[in-house]
C-alpha cells in the first residue's frame, strides 16, 4: 500500500473490567468507537483522534539506537568473558540475577525502557 495509517492507544491491564460481562461490555464500546473513527476517517476527514506522529525513525535516531546497543553488547560480553576468564562466574550470575529482578519489576523490558528514558519523543505532525 502507499500509506498506511495506525492508531495505537494503550490500555493498562488495571483498567480492564473483571467481570467477563463487564469486559464484554467495555469490548463492544471500543468496537464502537473504532467504526466510528474510521467512518470519520473514511468520510474525507482522513485523521484519527489524537496526535499525528510522522515516521519513520530518522537515520540520526537509528545511528544513535545502533550506537547505544553496539555499546551494550559490547560491554556485556566484554564483563561476561573477563568475569569467566577470571573465575568469578557468581559475579556474572549476580548481574543476571539484577537485571532479572529489574525487568520483572519494571513490567518487561518495555516497561523498563519506558521507565528509563520515558516515552521515545515523536515527531509530530501540526494540526491544521
Keep these: 500500500p502507499r500509506e498506511v495509517h495506525l492508531h495505537v492507544e494503550r490500555v493498562p491491564m488495571a483498567a480492564l473490567p473483571d467481570s467477563p460481562p463487564a469486559l464484554e461490555e467495555w469490548l463492544k464500546g471500543r468496537f464502537a468507537a473504532k467504526e466510528e473513527a474510521l467512518r470519520r476517517f473514511y468520510s474525507g476527514d482522513r ?10 525513525v530518522s537515520q540520526g535516531e537509528m545511528a544513535a ?26 559475579l556474572f550470575a549476580v548481574g543476571m540475577a539484577v537485571a532479572w529482578i529489574a525487568v520483572t519489576r519494571a513490567g518487561g523490558a518495555d516497561g523498563l525502557e519506558l521507565r528509563l528514558h520515558g516515552p521515545r519523543s515523536a515527531r509530530r505532525v501540526k494540526q491544521d
Design 47 to 56: 485523521k484519527f483522534p489524537g496526535p499525528e506522529i510522522k515516521g519513520p
Design 65 to 90: 539506537m545502533w550506537v547505544c546497543a553496539a555499546a551494550f553488547w559490547g560491554a556485556a560480553s566484554l564483563v561476561s568473558l573477563t568475569g569467566l576468564l577470571l573465575g568469578v562466574g557468581w
